[in-house]
């Protein structure tokens, strides 16, 4: 039922830490910018998962935020789930805060939405699912 999708991690500079995955092998499969979430970012694969790189493209954003306070590094967890929907409002039945509960729409059109480090042992936890096809 659940998957690990992939990692988020904050870097500075999108183009230094894409050099340090690439320089292992690891390939980038695509680039985006996120207007919603104010970052630029890179996907690259690694065995069933990824790793999401993320750069903030203005000080407001919550990456910038994280990048002020902590530093570089491990952003947030990300969960693949099959159905989106349901297991947010099962988590919000159980008493899960969340960042927002709205399903968004991000990178490679997957919906989304982040639950609040405070219900999962400081994590800030992302469950996804896969675009709808349509």
Do not use: C, W
């Amino acid at each position: 039922m659940f998957s690990i999708d992939h990692l988020g991690i904050a870097v500075k500079s999108l183009e230094q830490a894409k050099q340090f995955y690439q320089s292992m092998g690891l390939e980038v499969r695509f680039e985006e910018v996120s207007e919603r979430e104010k970052v630029r970012l890179a996907m690259l694969p690694i065995g069933e998962s990824r790793i999401e790189l993320l750069e903030p493209t203005s000080d407001d954003s919550a990456v910038a935020k994280f990048l002020a306070k902590r530093g570089e590094g491990l952003h947030h967890v990300a969960l693949h789930v099959e159905n989106l929907p349901a297991m947010v409002e099962k988590m919000k039945k159980a008493g899960t805060r969340f960042i927002s509960e709205e399903i968004k729409i991000g990178a490679g059109g997957h919906a989304y939405v982040f639950i609040h480090p405070a219900s999962t042992g400081g994590v800030l936890l992302e469950l996804v699912s896969e675009p709808a096809k349509g």
